[in-house]
Each structure stands twice: as C-alpha cells, then as structure tokens.
C-alpha cells in the first residue's frame, strides 16, 4: 500500500512569505508527526497528533509555527513569516496506534526540503 | 543533557564482520525503543524496534536492551557494503506516542 507522503518536495521561499507544508499519512494510521531534520542530526520533534487532537506541540520552536489535522488524516505544518533559520528538511511520519508499546513504531515520509532566501 | 546520546563515528567495519552501535538513553521511564537507518539523503527507514529487556533478532540484525542500565544496542551480523548508512536510535517516552531521536552513528563497511 502507499506509504506516508508529503508535498511539496522542495519549497523555496522569501523571507517573510508563509508556507504550508502538508503531509498524508498511511491509510489507517491514528498517529501523525512532524520532525525537522538539520544535516548531520537526527530527526528533531516538533508536534504530533492522535486523531485530530494535537496531542504535544512543546517542539515547536516559536509561535510562528503551527500545524493542524482538522480530520484526523492529512495534516499541515503552517510556518508564518519565514526566516532563514527555518531552512530544513521537514518530516513526517504516522504510525498505525498511541502510546507507548506494540503499533506505536512510526515510518516517514520523503520530507519536504524547506530553503528560505 | 541529551536525552538520548550515540556515539557519532564514523564507525568503520570490514566487511563480513559484525558491526556494533551502541545508544544509550536517560529517561529510566522509556517504554519503546527504534532503530533507523538512513541513507544518505533519504528518509529514515526503521530496522528494528524492542519494548522488552533482552535480545531481539531479525535476519543479520540483533536489538538488545537493558533497562537496569538504560542502553540499546544493535548489532548488525555479515556486514556488507549496502549496510553503510547512519543509524539512528529512538526512544519513546513512557506516556506518550512522543519519540526521541539520537543524533546517529554513520556506519562504514568496507571491502
């Protein structure tokens, strides 16, 4: 079956625009992340969703950052005013079940490269 | 500190080896523990995952975890070539689906 995916692949933009990076998890799966991901390191959390409900928000790293899954499937990562501090890869991942234990393992999207200029 | 610290190599193992990466982990609390792979420009891949003290084995690759001492390790049998990636390890916290990564070991084999 189809994996997580998420679009665009790679988003250039000015500083100061606004961006929406959206991802579509696997079919089924209740759980949606978003990460950032900076070369060299590994994936960084920023927020997660069970369901439609924002579950952890405390990765995001200012207020300039948001995400929503209004209908508990596709999500987007909304990223206000720009800054080129915010160049990254952004990913997301999903995982079939909540909490801690069996089903929680999380399988990624291709990511989206973010560049700000 | 780092939640979840792994040593970041490069770690360079003749082939047909075995290659050991290690990850050790400071919430005593954690539940769930992943291991990634990650070619270089790609997505994590996950290779293995282990919620019970002990060892787990899948094919060439083995988890062992130990609570009591807060450390995962994976170790990778017949290393070939293709195996050289960074590997990432995870930990999940124990109430929540929230998982921490490490910062990744790169894995070298070779020929």
């Known amino acids: 079956g189809a994996g997580v995916s998420q679009s665009p692949r790679y988003k250039v933009t000015k500083r100061g625009q606004d961006v929406a990076l959206r991802c579509d998890p696997i079919?089924?799966?209740?759980?949606l992340y978003w990460y950032r991901q900076a070369l060299g390191q590994g994936p960084e959390f920023l927020t997660y969703?069970?369901?439609?409900?924002?579950?952890?928000k405390s990765g995001l790293p200012n207020d300039r950052f948001s995400a929503e899954r209004p209908e508990g499937s596709i999500s987007t990562l909304t990223i206000q005013r720009t800054e080129q501090r915010d160049s990254a890869m952004y990913r997301c991942?999903?995982?079939?079940?909540?909490?801690?234990?069996?089903?929680?393992?999380?399988?990624f999207g291709p990511g989206t490269r973010l560049t700000v200029l | 500190q780092k939640e979840v610290e792994q040593n970041s190599g490069p770690l360079s193992v003749p082939e047909g080896a075995i290659a050991s990466l290690n990850c050790t982990y400071s919430?005593?609390?954690?539940?769930?523990f992943f291991w990634y792979r990650q070619y270089s420009g790609k997505s994590p891949e996950l290779i293995m995952f282990?919620?019970?003290?002990g060892d787990k084995e899948d094919g060439r690759f083995t988890a062992q975890l130990n609570k009591a001492s807060q450390y995962v390790s994976l170790l990778i049998r017949d290393s070939q070539p293709s195996d050289s990636a960074t590997y990432l390890c995870?930990?999940?916290?124990?109430?929540?689906?929230?998982?921490?990564f490490g910062s990744g070991t790169r894995l070298s084999i070779r020929p």
């Open positions: 991942a999903s995982s079939l079940a909540e909490g801690s234990g069996g089903g929680n393992e999380q399988f």
């Open positions: 079919s089924g799966h209740v759980s």
């Open positions: 969703f069970n369901y439609e409900a924002q579950q952890d």
């Open positions: 919430d005593r609390g954690s539940q769930s």
């Open positions: 282990i919620y019970s003290n």
């Open positions: 995870a930990v999940g916290y124990s109430s929540a689906s929230k998982i921490i």
